[in-house]
């Protein structure tokens, strides 16, 4: 008998990157596909090398993920799904290394930051790396006892390191919220909680306009999670909106709410209906 071939979703990093622990989390039955950058991974799925891409949105502690906003509208695909991952660092060194011989810890500069309160206690000068997954791939080939690598557990398990200190950040609710996207959308009824719609939208040049868009939302209890704006064709004055809220698209009010919208804009794209990660609360 012929094993099933399983799926594949695309990540942007490296084996070991906190991306391709998102896809391990939410689809633990596909194969991680790493690619070099955002691009990469949106065009894996494009072209049908892989089924699903895994893209990190936004993080708790340093917000919005640079640029990702402008590239899920022109991307072509849809989401699908969300995923929230708990953001845990920890020191990883060469087999047999006790904390005490650890003199330098290489990172991304955001978990660099993360961690001063640990790194300052113990007396280890942080050393800037590419990014996670690479620093511990770079610790690895070394085998220096004296350099250890901020990253995951998972970067550990893959790259051979002892993990020396486990759970090191010095935030305890570190989270990065993930979009799970698609070449086809899936607009059906998931699970028992709610769902989530997200669309982007681009407001008539009228006064207040963006107050009077808004208002369809309030007047029909809509609870909007996100509302940002970022500037397109690098043009001060052509802004665009990105936009999430609780509630489907077949809902009445939502209905309501969308018509409303679609009468003081001149462009409004569905991205994605997708149910609420339960860790969202």
Do not use: W
């Amino acid at each position: 008998m012929v094993a099933q071939q399983r799926g594949r979703i695309a990540f942007q990093g490296e084996p070991g990157a906190y991306s391709h622990q998102a896809c391990r989390e939410a689809r633990p039955d596909m194969e991680a596909m790493p690619c070099a950058t955002f691009e990469d991974a949106i065009e894996a799925v494009r072209k049908g090398d892989a089924e699903l891409a895994m893209l990190p949105v936004e993080n708790s502690t340093y917000g919005r993920v640079a640029d990702m906003h402008q590239l899920l509208p022109e991307s072509g695909l849809h989401i699908i799904d969300e995923a929230f991952v708990r953001v845990h660092i920890s020191l990883l060194a060469v087999p047999g290394t006790p904390l005490g011989s650890v003199q330098r810890a290489m990172s991304h500069t955001v978990l660099l930051g993360q961690c001063r309160d640990f790194l300052r206690a113990h007396d280890i000068r942080p050393v800037t790396g590419a990014d996670t997954a690479g620093s511990a791939r770079h610790v690895a080939d070394l085998r220096d006892p004296s350099v250890g690598a901020l990253a995951s557990d998972l970067a550990g398990e893959i790259y051979g390191l002892d993990i020396v200190a486990r759970h090191i950040e010095d935030r305890q609710n570190n989270t990065t919220r993930f979009l799970v996207m698609a070449r086809e959308p899936d607009l059906k009824r998931r699970g028992t909680g709610p769902m989530l719609t997200t669309f982007v939208f681009r407001v008539r040049n009228i006064p207040a306009a963006l107050y009077k868009a808004m208002g369809g939302f309030a007047t029909n209890g809509i609870n909007m999670t996100k509302l940002e704006s970022y500037m397109v064709d690098g043009n001060f004055t052509a802004t665009q909106f990105y936009a999430d809220i609780e509630g489907h698209p077949d809902d009445r009010n939502v209905q309501l709410a969308l018509e409303e919208l679609r009468y003081f804009t001149t462009h409004l794209a569905l991205l994605g209906v997708y149910p609420s990660d339960p860790r969202r609360r």
